[in-house]
């Protein structure tokens, strides 16, 4: 009963505060040379990221986001259209998935040195195995990539919420 | 029971406050805006970027969106916004300004080596990328030097919004090179190259120029593939130098073509090396050659002597004869054969090439599709050699029915718009059908859609032929509609962003239309404040935000020259301009002349946007002349005048110019020759006042050296003592001058001019500043500047009338020369009643141009053709410009 009173107490404290002190619109998290990230595009962000990966923290929303920016800013010098994740991947196919191939004699390699836990003959698993490599060489790759961009653009955080 | 009551009650209440509260927050209204750390740009641009207006209703969206776009300034670190009763709190903090830049602990390399390094100056604002690039930049080239361990450190001081930058070096010690080494074919020469000795610093940057000089010299001295590369090892510089082949080349055989154009196409082969493989290139090059100029049975075989360092190829060359198209048929059409002889590369008359016809034959058959004759049919050509070395070629042609449209089906979600695109389509039905039609229907279509709102528009198409009709069918899909939004000006550092919005159409909330962006684009450019604008769109959902990224010209600008004229002698002038006074492209010419005979010195202040795009001028000038007979070198008179004008000027229908001016002049002449005296006005101090106004139409494609085009103008002075001025007088003068292009390179340039003036009141006479002299290099050549018309014991003392024609061929030469015949006549009377065209004086004439950015420097002679005794055969006049 107490802790309901309480609560009730705070939420009433807090509507009163909120009346008093002013309302928070918006501010800037974050910038990649002249784009910024807002607050309001951090919480939209946060929320949905907090859906799919319930610890993730604050910090790692804002770095993604950062990621993200550096690409759609590189995505829009290229001349590339259209919405956000269109962008996106028409320039992670561009300047990364282009680049990537998985020779057979590294399918065959994994293979072999997998092959007790695999535990299935080489042609059923092929298809699977060259996902998985590609995958790989596609999260590396990327990885470098975003980081080489990283170096020559203005990056600063300004606050994490 | 009585408790969970209260409580329930409460939560009741609480609720009820919260769902108010929050509904009362979505509805705020701003009733006040205050901004604090702002100064980069003005209040007024911040809160029209980020969105916001006092009174309206607060949107959150909208300013989330509104920060992005006054981020892209790229001025700010961060941007508060807190509303507190109904006042919108916006804390802003800029990046700060480089008040100043230090080096410090500088020993082998100058300051001024180090700034010249910098990817920033003073003034800037801080950009952390740009100084960590600079201090990695200064690194690598310290270390390029032989300083491998050398350092920067970066101190930053900040006050307020300025900040102080010292670069502190430590160049650390260098490595030194002990001995220098030389390997392979060196001489002395090329020694001389290096500038570096022992016991210098192992210099990176010295050696790659070292190579580089080496490389041009052994190029020079013929030699093909030369190799120079140097080692480092144990303190001791190693380098090592190869000299290239050296090719001799000789051709035999060529009777048609040169031996240089052809050695020109081989030696292009030879440039970093010489082998077999590029000895073939160059055969079939010129092989190619020679076939492109008729010679298809040419053939090429090189003899090659290779010894060590010479590499001697003889080409010899038996050339077969020239092939030349005598004729070219066509066996049975319908369209105009001179239609098809110009789309041939096997033209009548010109080179025969085989590689050619076949191309020639699918012009054919895409020209005829152009044409509607959709199922057209060209046979392989038949080429004949009829005589020696003479061809025929026949194209045989079934051309089939042309096709016409029948019938264009759109389909398209709603009627908006159909109204206007059915008046579209009707213009089209039953014309010849191509592809090219096709596309065009497409594309007019997507452009009604486009100018009203519909960027993403796509249009489906396609077409069945049966027969000879073409049923059309276009499916439409308009996407979402689009407004214009905000637009953000970004790059300009000197010209005032207010200014610039002026200069865009007021365009928010309309259909966005892309052509709209594009005349803004050229109103932009029409400033002349700059020399790049790109217009980027920045979209929305619901708008379209245009972002204008512009690069700004030089806005000052110093000019001078002297020369030489058969009239002036010496002559020489200093000029200062600048076009973006305030940042609001106000503008200021000044400008001084001076001579043996004239001194002028004016001043010029000109507002291109006074009022929307009327122009307000402002002049005032100062002028000293002593007006001389060119052959005597007699003091006719002495003037020396100032004058002010001011008035409008406004351009209007594309080529139309009008200007209204008040004039004042204050003039005073002295050591009049008593011949040329007509009143008594001619001598002393006279005061004249009065409005000028002038219409001008001008097609000319250059201002400077027109070839094509109308230039045909109206100028009206009136005078009145009751505007102050002393004499009372009405003058007006026209000129039309048209030029046409004969042919490319030859222009036929004409010219009428007149002028008379009315006297009124009790003014009799007009005084000598005011007459009309005539005579001279831009009028009537074959006579000294001025000497036309009334005389008075030999020396002309000017007139009231006027007329003069000039006709000019100016043929191009080559390079930058013309050369330019000409007939000027032409006369100057006393009064308009003695206007006769019995007594026109004729000259004709030969000039020599060189073509300059500013117009040509010319000499031109005029012979007199009506010459009378006592006058001189003809005049030679230096000037730059052309004659009118």
Request: no cysteine.
């Amino acid at each position: 009963m107490v802790r309901y009173i309480l609560v009730l107490v705070t939420l009433f404290n807090l509507i009163i505060a909120s009346h008093t002190y002013g309302e928070f619109i918006n501010r800037v998290v974050a910038y990649v040379d002249n784009i910024p990230i807002t607050l309001l595009d951090f919480e939209k962000e946060y929320l949905k990221m907090k859906e799919k990966l319930p610890n993730i923290e604050k910090e790692e929303v804002i770095s993604t986001m950062i990621n993200k920016t550096v690409l759609l800013k590189k995505a829009k010098e290229l001349f590339l259209e259209g919405k956000e994740e269109e962008l996106l991947n028409s320039y992670i196919d561009l300047k990364i998935k282009a680049s990537i191939i998985i020779p057979e004699n590294q399918i065959r390699q994994y293979y072999e040195q997998n092959k007790t836990k695999i535990n299935k003959p080489y042609s059923s698993v092929r298809a699977q195995i060259e996902n998985y490599l590609y995958e790989r060489e596609l999260n590396k790759k990327l990885k470098e990539h975003i980081e080489e961009l990283k170096e020559a653009v203005e990056i600063k955080i300004v606050f994490i919420p | 029971m009585r408790l969970n009551f209260v409580l329930s009650f409460v939560k009741f209440f609480l609720i009820l406050i919260i769902f108010i509260s929050s509904a009362y927050a979505s509805e705020d209204i701003v009733e006040k805006i205050e901004i604090n750390g702002l100064s980069s740009i003005s209040k007024k641009e911040f809160l029209y970027l980020m969105g916001i207006e006092e009174n309206k209703k607060l949107n959150r969206e909208e300013i989330n969106r509104g920060i992005k776009r006054v981020f892209l300034k790229n001025v700010f670190e961060d941007i508060r916004v807190e509303i507190d009763n109904k006042v919108l709190r916006i804390a802003v903090k800029e990046k700060p300004i480089i008040e100043e830049i230090k080096i410090s602990g500088n020993i082998h390399f100058s300051e001024k080596f180090y700034k010249n390094l910098l990817l920033f100056n003073r003034g800037d604002r801080l950009n952390e990328i740009q100084l960590n690039k600079t201090k990695k930049k200064i690194e690598e080239e310290l270390k390029k030097r032989g300083y491998l361990n050398g350092k920067i450190r970066v101190d930053k001081i900040q006050k307020g919004e300025r900040l102080n930058i010292e670069l502190i070096v430590d160049e650390g010690s260098p490595i030194i090179i002990k001995s220098i080494k030389w390997e392979g074919s060196v001489d002395e020469h090329i020694k001389a190259f290096l500038k570096l000795q022992p016991n210098d610093p192992f210099d990176k940057v010295a050696l790659e120029d070292f190579i580089q000089r080496a490389r041009e010299y052994l190029q020079k001295q013929g030699l093909i593939g030369s190799d120079i590369k140097y080692s480092f090892k144990d303190s001791e510089l190693t380098i090592f130098v190869q000299q290239g082949i050296r090719v001799k080349v000789e051709i035999k055989g060529n009777e048609s073509l040169s031996t240089g154009e052809l050695k020109n196409i081989i030696m292009a082969h030879f440039q970093d090396r010489v082998n077999e493989e590029i000895i073939k290139d160059t055969v079939n090059s010129l092989i190619s050659f020679y076939k492109l100029r008729g010679f298809p049975e040419v053939k090429v075989v090189p003899l090659i002597q290779q010894e060590t360092s010479i590499w001697e190829i003889t080409y010899f060359i038996a050339e077969g004869g020239q092939k030349i198209i005598e004729k070219v048929t066509f066996d049975k059409t319908s369209l105009r054969e001179d239609e098809l002889k110009v789309i041939l590369f096997n033209k009548e008359g010109a080179p025969f090439n085989y590689d050619e016809l076949l191309n020639d034959r699918q012009r054919i058959e895409d020209f005829f599709r152009s044409k509607g004759y959709y199922a057209v049919k060209v046979y392989q050509p038949e080429a004949k050699e009829v005589e020696e070395n003479k061809m025929h070629i026949t194209f045989k042609i079934e051309e089939n029915k042309a096709v016409k449209i029948k019938s264009i089906e759109l389909s398209v979600f709603d009627d908006f718009l159909k109204e206007e695109i059915n008046t579209l389509i009707d213009n089209y039905k039953e014309r010849l059908f191509s592809d090219a039609v096709f596309f065009e229907i497409k594309r007019k279509i997507r452009e009604i859609y486009l100018k009203n709102g519909y960027p993403q528009t796509l249009i489906d198409g396609k077409y069945e032929i049966k027969e000879d009709k073409a049923f059309i069918y276009i499916h439409v899909n308009k996407g979402s509609k689009k407004v214009f939004g905000r637009s953000i000006i970004l790059g300009n550092n000197k010209t005032k962003t207010d200014f610039i919005y002026k200069r865009l159409l007021s365009k928010e909330e309309q259909p966005y239309n892309p052509y709209i962006i594009d005349s803004e684009r050229q109103s932009l450019y029409k400033t002349g404040l700059f020399s790049k604008i790109d217009i980027n769109v920045e979209p929305y959902d619901d708008s379209i935000d245009l972002i204008y990224q512009l690069e700004e010209n030089p806005a000052g600008a110093f000019e001078f020259g002297f020369g030489y004229g058969e009239y002036e002698r010496a002559k020489g002038f200093l000029e200062l301009s600048y076009i973006n006074l305030f940042g609001m492209n106000k503008q200021i010419f000044s400008r001084a002349e001076l001579s043996s005979i004239e001194h002028r010195t004016y001043v010029t202040y000109v507002d291109p946007w006074i009022w929307k795009d009327l122009t307000y001028k402002l002049s005032l000038i100062y002028e000293k002349i002593d007006v001389k007979n060119i052959d005597t070198k007699e003091i006719i008179y002495k003037l020396q005048r100032y004058g002010l004008s001011t008035g409008f000027e406004k351009k209007f229908l594309d080529y139309f110019k009008a200007e209204l001016l008040y004039e004042v002049n204050y003039s005073k002449t002295w050591d009049v020759m008593p011949e040329v005296v007509i009143t008594d006005k001619d001598i002393g101090k006279i005061f004249i006042s009065g409005f000028k106004g002038s219409l001008i139409y001008d097609t000319r494609d250059n201002v400077f050296d027109p070839k094509k085009g109308w230039l045909i103008g109206v100028t009206s002075k009136i005078s009145n003592k009751f505007l102050g001025s002393e004499i009372n007088f009405l003058k007006t003068s026209f000129y039309l001058n048209k030029y046409t292009e004969l042919t490319p390179g030859l222009v036929l340039a004409n010219s009428i001019r007149a002028g008379w003036a009315w006297l009124y009141g009790d003014s009799k006479d007009l005084p000598i500043s005011e007459r009309y002299f005539m005579g001279g290099r831009d009028t009537v050549r074959g006579y000294a500047q001025n000497t036309l018309g009334p005389k008075k014991d030999g020396e002309p003392t000017g007139g009231n009338a006027f007329l003069i024609g000039n006709i000019e061929l100016r043929t191009h030469l080559g390079k930058n020369f013309y050369l330019i015949n000409f007939l000027d006549f032409g006369n100057v009377w006393s009064r308009v009643g003695e206007v006769s065209l019995s007594s026109l004086k004729y000259t004709a004439g030969i000039g020599l141009r060189y073509k300059t950015p500013v117009g040509p420097i010319r000499i031109d002679y005029g012979h007199k053709l009506n010459r009378e005794k006592g006058e001189s055969r003809g005049e030679i006049h230096f000037s730059i410009g052309h004659a009118f």
